[in-house]
């Protein structure tokens, strides 16, 4: 009998069956047809400032015409105290309801590049468990390598372009790319253990953190979605369009902009935001002009924008 917490052999069906039971895994597509798939991670419930890693992944799986192969059990991965189903009441009949689930997706990219999608909350139990599942999932599916993107709050003025951050346990990785690199302890997500379980298993793997104007975290910032998906293409050669995303990016400056501009405390805080941005050619998140910065700008400026936003039809 075949070892369960190995690969499967998908030419075994019994080996394949104690593999899916073992980790509480629900095939949709029995054989998917996928060549060197890029595997994208986005689970939800973790840092996403302005919910622009959510933005990139729905336009990367509305382009790739991505469609579910696989789902893990609810039951054993998701606290659903925590993540209670969406009741849909209708003049008071309960219609249906709407549970939190991770699956796994596949897609093509416009250029034909075979890609999988890893979407859905993060579990909120059995993370080195979750973890190698989905690590040997990559590896039976040939994955080539791990892509996982976030978005956190920062120091940051919304008149430069987004500036992109990146993690991996591999030396090799960072070393191919340009992003910035940061020096801190932090709480992980269940996209930092995926990249070292696919390190493990000799898949590539980085994060990918788009940096988000603190003052406007609680809203969306496409100009941050539009940098994360830059930052796949970088990494990946996975392109698509994005032309409306692209298009609310000057919007939303112009808007950002005109509030600003009625504000001559926020004009002076934005401009000392601009300066520290372009003294710094990577980010500093433990730098004392930094931190006094965010103290006296951040809570007066986000009032501020949030209450132009109410404001506008």
């Known amino acids: 009998m075949s070892d369960p917490g ?33 595997l994208i991670v986005m689970l939800t419930g973790w840092i996403d400032a302005a919910g622009a890693a959510a933005a990139a992944m729905d336009q ?25 189903p969406t009741m849909e009441l209708r003049d008071g009949l309960n219609t249906n309801l709407d549970w939190a689930t991770i699956e796994m997706r596949s897609g093509r990219s416009p250029d034909g590049r075979d890609v999988l999608f890893l979407v859905g909350p993060e579990p909120d139990m059995a993370w080195r468990r979750f973890s190698r599942a989905v690590a040997l999932l990559a590896v039976e599916f040939g994955v080539t390598q791990m892509v996982s993107l976030g978005a956190y709050p920062f ?25 910035a690199r940061s020096s801190v302890d932090v709480p992980a997500g269940m996209a930092g253990v995926l990249e070292h379980a696919m390190h493990a298993q000799k898949i590539p793997a980085l994060g990918i953190w788009a940096q988000v104007p603190h003052y406007v975290s609680a809203m969306e910032y496409p100009a941050a979605s539009v940098a994360l998906l830059d930052g796949l293409d970088e990494v990946t050669g996975i392109s698509i369009d994005a032309l409306g995303l692209r298009a609310e990016v000057d919007a939303q400056r112009a808007r950002l902009d005109r509030m600003i501009a009625d504000k001559p405390e926020n004009e002076a805080m934005l401009r000392q935001l601009e300066e520290l941005h372009d003294l710094a050619p990577t980010e500093d998140e433990d730098s004392d002009d930094v931190e006094e910065l965010e103290l006296r700008s951040g809570d007066e400026i986000a009032q501020e924008i949030q209450e132009f936003f109410r404001d506008q039809p």
């Open 155 to 179: 120091a940051a003025p919304h008149t430069r372009p987004a500036r992109l951050s990146v993690s991996s346990p591999s030396i090799e990785m960072l070393a191919a790319v340009s992003f």
């Open 60 to 84: 990367l799986r509305r382009a790739c015409e991505s469609t579910p192969i696989l789902s893990f059990d609810d039951d054993r991965y998701v606290d659903f105290r925590a993540r209670r």
């Open 6 to 38: 190995n690969t499967p052999d998908p030419r075994d069906p019994q080996a394949r069956a104690e593999f899916d039971e073992q980790y509480g895994i629900d095939r949709h597509v029995e054989d998917p047809t996928l060549h060197e798939p890029v």
